[in-house]
């Protein structure tokens, strides 16, 4: 291999680094608007870290150009409550063409934003629904509290499977 050749990999290699963000190589992704302070990650990358930490996971589905999206998406970046369940959790947000296509991510419709719940294993954690919402969009949350109280159900839910698995 020559020179030119060798210089063009070098080349290839520095706008590779330089021009794509850290966060395509799998760990942490952008936050989309949703906070800064909590540690996001790939819906790919979240299952695997959910099945070797043990933890449940949040999938938080929205779209940059959805009205509904960026009025919850300042409350929950700021809200302090979330934050802090969220060590329980292993945090996953995708926006726009990040949508996963599988239909059990839209298992009441594709509407958003859309807010799920899966076990460490990957599965949808279909009774964990916004109950103070509308019962035709289950996973629809327009609001931090009813987050808040959903994310408390799965840490509870977590807590009484793990004691199952040691009895």
């Not at 299952?47 to 919850?72: F, N, Q």
């Not at 995708?94 to 990957?122: H, Q, V």
Request: charged letters at 20%; one cysteine or more; hydrophobic letters at 35%.
């Amino acid at each position: 291999m020559g020179l030119p050749y060798q210089l063009a990999a070098i080349l290839i290699t520095f706008t590779a680094l330089t021009f794509y963000p850290f966060e395509t190589y799998g760990t942490e992704v952008a936050d989309n608007g949703l906070g800064t302070n909590y540690s996001w990650h790939s819906l790919e990358d979240g299952i695997l870290k959910a099945k070797t930490s043990r933890k449940p996971l949040m999938l938080v589905i929205h779209k940059s150009w959805c009205g509904a999206c960026k009025a919850l998406k300042p409350e929950f970046a700021a809200s302090k409550g979330i934050k802090a369940l969220s060590s329980h959790f292993i945090m996953v947000n995708t926006m726009d063409n990040e949508e996963p296509s599988d239909k059990k991510y839209a298992p009441d419709g594709g509407y958003i934003p859309r807010i799920l719940f899966l076990s460490p294993e990957g599965e949808i954690l279909e009774d964990v629904t916004n109950e103070g919402g509308n019962p035709s969009y289950k996973y629809y949350y327009f609001n931090v509290n009813d987050i808040i109280s959903s994310m408390k159900k799965v840490i509870d839910l977590h807590k009484s499977n793990d004691v199952q698995d040691e009895l």
